[in-house]
């Protein structure tokens, strides 16, 4: 059976703390730019209901941490989350459907986006 | 959102980008690039550039609010005005790019091109800052 994602469930991106400007926490856009933007625009996520946080962090490297946003918020900007599991993760997911205002969409991403305080991690 | 104060020193910012410029290949454990040295070259003019042109304007040697990677090997610079913002990519070919967010929240329209000259991307700087 396909597992449905919510508009209220929470996704995970994991960051690096320089995605994070440092006198006000607000989120960089780059945090959500992928490395094929132009060709292929494809941003890994973790569908948190499925996920474990602190998993999902240990998976990545240290120092990265970990953000949280609503899977309503890629769709309202005409985005797309599709369920995409890896033999580690099964709350892998994509966000898809980046358009030439990608750069737009990437912005308001990140601006919807929270930091997620996950015990244990590192944080600087 | 809480807004910094500008920063007018350009040491923190330079210091930064010579941390970033040092990431690994695979830093985001999603396979992205180091940063290229044509980005850290163009990501480090633009710094001096921006402060020079600012100083010029009388409003001092203002440093970017922040620095990032970007997975493709480029570096992301951004400027925050009292009502607008601005973020400059420094693409891997030591290119610019940028999005402009200007005004807040629901209200805010945005403006961005993949490759810009210099001069384009100065005066844009120059009107975030100004906004």
Redesign the interface.
């Known amino acids: 059976m396909t597992e449905r994602i919510d508009d209220g469930d929470d996704l995970f991106r994991r960051i690096l703390e320089y995605h994070r400007v440092p006198a006000t926490g607000r989120i960089s856009s780059s945090a959500f730019m992928g490395k094929g933007r132009r060709l292929d625009p494809e941003v890994s996520v973790f569908l948190a209901r499925l996920s474990d946080p602190a998993k999902v962090l240990r998976a990545g490297l240290p120092r990265q941490q970990l953000v949280a946003l609503q899977a309503a918020v890629p769709r309202a900007i005409g985005l797309d989350v599709h369920l995409q599991p890896t033999e580690d993760v099964v709350g892998h997911c994509v966000i898809v459907g980046f358009g030439l205002n990608w750069k737009e969409q990437c912005a308001r991403l990140a601006d919807a986006s929270h930091l997620v305080e996950v015990p244990g991690s590192v944080r600087e | 959102?809480?807004?910094?104060p500008p920063q007018l020193s350009l040491l923190p910012a330079l210091k930064?980008l010579v941390?970033?410029a040092d990431l690994p290949a695979?830093?985001?454990?999603?396979?992205?690039?180091p940063p290229s040295a044509k980005a850290v070259a163009a990501a480090s003019y633009l710094i001096e550039a921006a402060a020079d042109d600012q100083e010029r304007r009388a409003r001092g040697r203002i440093a970017p609010?922040?620095?990032?990677?970007?997975?493709?090997g480029g570096l992301?610079l951004?400027w925050q005005g009292p009502g607008a913002r601005i973020?400059v990519?420094a693409n891997p070919d030591g290119s610019y790019?940028?999005?402009v967010?200007w005004g807040r929240d629901d209200s805010a329209r945005?403006e961005?091109a993949?490759e810009a000259p210099l001069d384009i991307v100065l005066a844009l700087i120059d009107r975030v800052l100004g906004q």
């Open positions: 959102m809480a807004i910094a930064r941390e970033i695979d830093w985001d454990a999603e396979g992205a690039d609010t922040t620095s990032s990677p970007i997975p493709d992301q951004e973020d990519q790019g940028y999005l967010k945005y961005e993949d």
